[in-house]
């Protein structure tokens, strides 16, 4: 598992999931309050009735992101000036919130206590979800997979959400130098400052998404060898530089100054690295076929929960969103099967009930969505 300084986990703020949620002016839903069950939960019902967007309520409260990627005022419902989503968690002792606003930042509640920053949220309530829009961290530019890795990261380690503020806060103050310096050059001690902080996060970055994937990379081709075809999947990180060390990234960017002054942005750095996935020793982003994406990144994600039960001492909440009429027969089996086997508290909608299968019906509360209303069923 990560060493480095990562080990502070802040796991006495966390739960395995999510007792009641309230979803105030959120998308759909005017004023909605549902109680989970603490294993299996089905929502049901045709499409554009709010499934998914009950399902992005429990992402943003984990992640603080929409699950969709707009703007956070485009979640807030039409004719409002705000939504909120708040649940207490598991155990009776927590309970979070967050408020979206046109034209404001968002803002996060811990027990009624505003948090400095909403981010603050992040780790609280660990979750891993899968949806179709997913196969981004397979089809998608290196940017989509950095997210993947950090996101996760975040969740598991407060110190790298740190990190990842620092490195992203100083990256951006260089990379405006390095736009004011093409009219007049900048000393090179406004440069440094920020360099300095880019180099140490940087190197922490860089070290902690090489070992988590590391440690992602048996199980997710274990995974995909109980789903997938007979093709083995394969996981590396990839960098654009050699430089690993503080020192050597601090060097990397006093070298490269110049250069980064005309091409307008930093060259060197954990911001320009990838994850890289291969399907029977083929690059899945351009020779893979949609199912074998498909395939490839649920694997993926059913070894970042796996990773996470391991690091948490609990399974965090598994969000699946109306995945399973994408894969054919045989695979949504076995997908039910390691559901059924590995997850704690699971979210899965789909149009109809009997799509999840008699096995996870049996067990879970099933939850009805029509124009914005949910309805337990009996």
Excluded at 177 to 206: C, H, K, N, T, V
Excluded at 236 to 257: C, I, V
Aim: proline content about 2%; charged content about 25%; some cysteine.
């Amino acid at each position: 598992m990560i060493s480095l300084d990562l080990e502070e986990t802040g796991e006495e703020n966390r739960a395995s999931g999510v007792d009641t949620v309230v979803l105030r002016n959120f998308r759909n839903y005017v004023d909605l309050g549902v109680q989970l069950d603490c294993g299996f939960n089905v929502v049901t019902g045709p499409n554009a009735q709010g499934k998914t967007n009950f399902l992005e309520a429990l992402y943003l409260l984990s992640t603080t992101r929409l699950l969709r990627g707009q703007r956070d005022a485009e979640a807030v419902l039409d004719g409002c000036s705000q939504a909120s989503v708040t649940a207490d968690l598991i155990g009776g002792r927590t309970q979070l919130c967050i408020v979206l606003e046109a034209g404001i930042r968002k803002r996060a509640t811990l027990n009624s206590l505003k948090l400095p920053r909403a981010s603050d949220l992040i780790g609280r309530l660990p979750c891993v979800c899968i949806t179709s829009l997913d196969l981004a961290i397979v089809r998608g530019e290196p940017a989509d997979r950095r997210l993947f890795l950090d996101l996760e990261l975040s969740s598991l380690y407060p110190a790298y959400l740190r990190q990842l503020a620092t490195y992203k806060r100083a990256l951006e103050q260089r990379n405006a130098l390095l736009r004011d310096s093409r009219d007049f050059m900048q000393p090179a001690e406004l440069f440094e400052s920020w360099e300095i902080q880019i180099a140490s996060s940087g190197a922490i970055l860089r070290q902690a998404r090489t070992a988590y994937v590391g440690d992602l990379l048996p199980i997710a081709v274990d995974r995909h060898r109980l789903i997938g075809d007979g093709e083995i999947l394969s996981l590396s990180y990839s960098t654009k530089d050699e430089a690993w060390t503080a020192d050597e990234l601090r060097r990397g960017l006093e070298q490269y100054r110049v250069q980064d002054v005309a091409r307008g942005g930093t060259s060197v750095g954990p911001h320009r690295d990838d994850l890289q996935m291969q399907i029977g020793g083929k690059e899945a982003r351009l020779f893979g076929s949609q199912g074998q994406q498909r395939t490839s990144v649920i694997a993926l994600k059913l070894a970042t929960l796996e990773l996470g039960e391991h690091k948490l001492g609990s399974v965090p909440l598994l969000l699946l969103d109306d995945i399973l009429s994408d894969l054919d027969e045989r695979r949504r089996a076995l997908l039910v099967g390691l559901v059924l086997e590995q997850a704690g508290q699971t979210v899965l909608t789909c149009t109809e009930a009997a799509a999840a299968g008699k096995d996870i019906l049996d067990r879970a509360k099933v939850f009805e969505v029509r124009a914005g209303t949910m309805i337990a069923q009996a």
